[in-house]
């Protein structure tokens, strides 16, 4: 098995964060009836986990 590196860890820790946060903000929209600021963040929020999951699968592939 391949050993996690600090950076691999850390890129993990911000994936969960920004799951979590993009799942509470996706229930805050729809119960909201979609208020702009809850739909914008959620959106922004998306492009965080996209970031996060493109730098963590390079950072994996980078080591291999």
Known sequence: PQKIT????RAVN???ITIGIQFIL???TLLGHVPI???V???LTGLLVFTAILTLDFS???ES
């Open 14 to 16: 911000f994936l969960v």
């Open 26 to 28: 996706g229930v805050i």
């Open 60 to 62: 994996v592939n980078q």
């Open 41 to 43: 963040a959620h959106q």
């Open 6 to 9: 600090w950076f691999q860890r």
């Open 37 to 39: 600021h809850a739909a």
